[in-house]
């Protein structure tokens, strides 16, 4: 199309804005600004008039949910900023730095809100900033949503499967324990099972130990009242006796379970470059799922070197923060499910680019779930598994009682699978009230459990 007639169709829908729409001489500002107007056409302007915080632990575990309100009366929306070491600084992130910047924002311009508020700062990204703006994000595509009296998931192009296939977590002190947990897990449905099992004197991720719930997320109480170092550590961890336990569990697994089952594993970036690749290569013949988080991602070139020598596929990616990170990772075809937390890459802005990215190079979604992303999250998570053609599996955090009250909606979960509640938007709430009957555990602002795993020499190790 000619750029007058460009020009002429713009003027036409922008009448209102008088003769000197568009003329050479309108500054950027005033261009944005008389095209505002037509971006809401048909629905009132909405903007944001307060964001908040609401920290709560119902599960005993430290969760960051943010608040975006707007001018409409009783229509707000909930993103989660959950990062349970650093709760406080990602409130202040939120309450005093994106709360002032984006007051008066258009609530409609997401994409905007993003990369505005990422170039609030000159240094960008990372824990804690990208926390605060994942959790606003959220809440504008969940406001976006009830204003369009839609799911998020239509807004991400719609519906591809009818629910997200989920992996139960199961661990034990001994092969029969996961054995019996996996049983269970397949009997209300669960066709993917994630196995940690305990090695004993150690202090193993996932299955007891330094951080005892199943799900190694770090609310298990800890107490702090002595001092705790290098001649005295809280757990003790060596990946030798572990590696050489792995395998046995998978083949003990493999023929008490059959090969119908898929298995999974998280090795919690705790094994060097050789003992990893001597793991994948010896778990191969086992056909996991996935094996998740060989090597921390510092060590991202280790990936190369591993994929060359097995075709165990990998997961990776919960610790990941931005694109430079990532990328290479996927369009290297270096792992095949990525595994990044929504409320910590930024939110679902971030995350549908990555999903999009991910598959044109055979890489599928499997976005971190654990206890510490709050139901919110998870919602936001579905909404994009849904609509994701390269869905891989969904990490299946089991809602208590006490949270499904404090969070009216949480996605439901049946026969392995987790379901959208069909209500508009992310279709999950928060009560308020009962939210402040569960605050954060006392004592200590995060578990000191993080920080303390040690080697037997007393060096400090990633938990
Ligand atoms: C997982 C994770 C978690 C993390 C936790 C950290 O795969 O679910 O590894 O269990 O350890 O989210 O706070
Ligand atoms: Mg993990």
Known sequence: MERREVLRRLSVGGAAAGASLFSPQSSAAELWAQGAPRSTRGLPALKITDIKTILTAPNGIRLVIVKVMTNEPGLYGLGCATFTQRAYVVQTAVEQYLKPFLIGRNTDEIEDVWQSSYMSSYWRNGPVLF???????????????????????????????????????????????????????MEKGYRHVRVQVAVPGLATYGAGGARSNAAG?????????????????????????????????????????????????????RVSLPQGVALCKELERYRPYFIEDPFPPEDNDHFRILRQQCSTPLAMGELFNTQHEYVPLISNRLIDYIR???????????????????????????????????????????????????FGIHEGALFPPETREVFPGCPETKNGYMYANEAPGLGIDVDEKLAAKFPFPSGTTFDHSWGTTRRRDGTVIRP
Not at 148 to 170: E, I, S, W
Not at 347 to 366: I, M, N, Q, Y
Request: charged share 20%; proline share 4%.
């Open 131 to 185: 926390n605060a703006m994942s959790g606003v994000d959220m809440a504008l595509w969940d406001i976006k949503g009830k204003r369009a009296n839609m799911p998020v998931y239509q807004l991400l192009g719609g519906k591809c499967r009818f629910g997200a296939d989920l992996y139960a977590h199961t661990s034990g002190r001994d092969f029969q324990e996961v054995e019996d947990k996996a049983r269970q897990a």
């Open 340 to 390: 990044i937390h929504i409320s910590q890459i930024g939110g679902l802005t971030s995350a549908r680019k990555v999903a999009a990215l991910s598959e044109f190079f055979g890489v599928k979604t499997a976005w971190h779930g654990p206890g510490d992303q709050s139901p919110v999250g998870h919602a936001a998570a579905l909404a994009l598994e849904l609509a994701s053609y390269n």
């Open 217 to 269: 997320t770090g609310s298990a109480a800890v107490d702090n009242s002595e001092a705790i170092g290098p001649t005295n550590p809280k757990a003790i961890w060596e990946p030798a006796a572990y590696t050489r336990m792995l395998p046995k569990l998978f083949e003990h697994l493999r023929t008490k379970l059959g090969d119908e089952v898929e298995l999974l594993h998280d090795i919690h970036e």
